[in-house]
Antibody
Framework: QLVQSGAEVKKPGESLKISCQGSGYGFPYSWVAWVRQMPGKGLEWMGSIFPSDSDTRDSPSFQGQVSISADKSTNTVYLQLSTLKASDTAMYYC????????????WGQGTLVTVSS | DIQMTQSPSTLSAFVGDRVTITCRASQIVYNWLAWYQQKAGKAPKLLIYKSSNLESGVPSRFSGSGSGTEFTLTIDSLQPDDFATYYCQQYKSNSTFGQGTTVES
């Protein structure tokens, strides 16, 4: 399973790091993706990471805005959001990929991030 | 970026209906196409991968077809539990989702 950190409320300009911890499978050897869902909107792939060597693939739409990292010793991947804006208010999901080029077969429960002054 | 376009955006149906959702890619994605179901307040759930492969545990009334740029998700005999939003996803080049199709009663 993938278990994400809890909901966050932040002010504009602040930064945030949310986590996703995997268990029950060979976590370091499966790609993990981050997906954003803004309120009432669709799914957007933000990027993916291979925890074993921290190889990352970034979405051009989010490049420079987010940072994805991993700690294979704790089976955890992270999504860092800097200089938060109200438009970063969204649900953020992590998801395991079946392969480097793979669909997302296991999802975390989601982390709701609210950015408000 | 590869753009994914689903149609329709909303679909009204009854229990027992056969439902078809279409997804078009702006470039050839071969069969690197998945379908997901999402219910309100829940994480998406993988239904179909590589265009036509049924994910383990998914009822056989769900099926997928297509290759290249045109794909279809079919639900045979719609059940009450199937009212939800469905997304296609290409993963031939990075990943892109369609805008979603809501199946409502």
């Amino acid at each position: 399973q993938l278990v994400q950190s809890g909901a966050e409320v932040k002010k504009p300009g602040e930064s945030l790091k949310i986590s996703c911890q995997g268990s029950g499978y060979g976590f370091p050897y499966s790609w993990v993706a981050w997906v954003r869902q803004m309120p009432g909107k669709g799914l957007e792939w933000m990027g993916s990471i291979f925890p074993s060597d921290s190889d990352t693939r970034d979405s051009p739409s989010f490049q420079g805005q987010v940072s994805i990292s991993a700690d294979k010793s704790t089976n955890t991947v992270y999504l860092q959001l800097s200089t938060l804006k109200a438009s970063d208010t969204a649900m953020y999901y992590c998801a395991r990929q079946k392969a480097a080029r793979g669909s997302f077969d296991l999802w975390g429960q989601g982390t709701l991030v609210t950015v408000s002054s | 970026d590869i753009q994914m376009t689903q149609s329709p955006s909303t679909l009204s149906a009854f229990v027992g209906d056969r439902v078809t959702i279409t997804c078009r890619a702006s470039q050839i994605v071969y069969n690197w196409l998945a379908w997901y179901q999402q219910k309100a307040g829940k994480a998406p759930k993988l239904l179909i991968y590589k265009s036509s492969n049924l994910e383990s545990g998914v009822p056989s009334r769900f099926s997928g077809s297509g290759s290249g740029t045109e794909f279809t998700l079919t639900i045979d005999s719609l059940q009450p539990d199937d009212f939800a939003t469905y997304y296609c996803q290409q993963y031939k080049s990075n990943s892109t989702f369609g805008q979603g199709t809501t199946v409502e009663s």
